[in-house]
């Protein structure tokens, strides 16, 4: 009988490589999908999905337990407003959980997950575990280089997200002409381009960093297919994100169409000290 591997997936893209990726090493595959962000698709891609709603750690503990699970990987967007709006309806165990936390950042949180699941016996991965191919190689990835402007921006951008993740702000920042124009927050990536390019028009870049301390169990920085047709609504001319811990979802698709929109892409190191 094949090992067990349980995808608890948000939305996007990346719970699917996951759910492939564990199949290739010859995985049995279920998903727990956080209900009203997971895609009911991703039933097609694995053994057994079961739609879990999202603040009941009781009964995310009862199900991967039923199955038998004792390793997991978490894959996919649950954006930070649930933290805001979805308390109330947390269940008592993610309610006991949240009041030991030293803080409410999203980082305490899902560590405070990871070890009660530990404490079931049940391990979660690291989240690149399967995907390892999609992660971001170093260098300019397209044909076009960085303009000297370009490059400015994208190492001041760096200094910035990087600094900005390490509060568990958000992960992207956008630039233009030594600006900072907009940085992620609750909204997510998408939103915060197009926040940018209202407020400063086209001929953006785009920086997407890791946090210095990133728990690579948890909110690896993705970007895809997604991701790609909001820089070209807001005529982003340059998109930068961190080699070696950054995902580049269906990479050469991605750089194709990329190069095909006059995009630079940059797989970046982060500054050091």
């Not at 958000?170 to 940085?183: D, H, P, R």
């Not at 690579?216 to 970007?223: A, E, I, K, M, S």
């Not at 995902?247 to 995009?263: C, M, N, Q, T, V």
Request: aromatic share 4%; with cysteine; net charge negative.
């Amino acid at each position: 009988m094949a090992a067990l591997l349980a995808v608890i997936a948000g939305s996007g893209r990346f719970p699917f490589h996951v759910a492939r990726g564990a199949k290739r090493q010859g995985l049995s595959v279920v998903a727990l999908g956080i209900q009203g962000w997971a895609d009911p698709a991703l039933a097609q891609e694995v053994e057994r999905f079961e739609p879990v709603e999202v603040g009941q750690l009781g009964r995310l503990i009862e199900r991967l337990k039923a199955h038998g699970v004792r390793q997991a990987v978490m894959a996919g967007k649950v954006t930070k407003e649930v933290l805001l709006e979805g308390r109330t309806s947390f269940d008592q165990e993610m309610q006991r959980l949240l009041q030991g936390l030293r803080d409410s950042s999203v980082a305490a949180l899902l560590g405070a997950i990871g070890t009660r699941l530990a404490a079931e016996g049940i391990t979660l991965l690291d989240s690149s575990t399967f995907v390892t191919d999609d992660l971001c190689p170093a260098g300019v990835l397209t044909a076009r280089r960085p303009s000297p402007a370009e490059e400015a921006d994208m190492a001041l951008g760096l200094r910035v997200a990087r600094t900005l993740a390490a509060f568990d702000v958000g992960q992207t920042v956008v630039m233009k002409g030594q600006v900072v124009v907009a940085v992620e927050a609750l909204e997510g990536t998408d939103a915060a381009i197009r926040r940018a390019h209202a407020l400063a028009g086209p001929g953006l870049v785009v920086v997407k960093t890791a946090s210095p301390n990133q728990d690579r169990r948890f909110d690896l920085p993705v970007v895809g297919m997604d991701t790609l047709e909001a820089l070209r609504e807001a005529g982003v001319s340059c998109l930068a994100v961190e080699a070696g811990a950054a995902l580049i979802l269906e990479r050469p698709a991605f750089l194709e169409a990329a190069e095909a929109s006059g995009l630079c892409v940059v797989g970046a190191s982060p500054p050091s000290g």
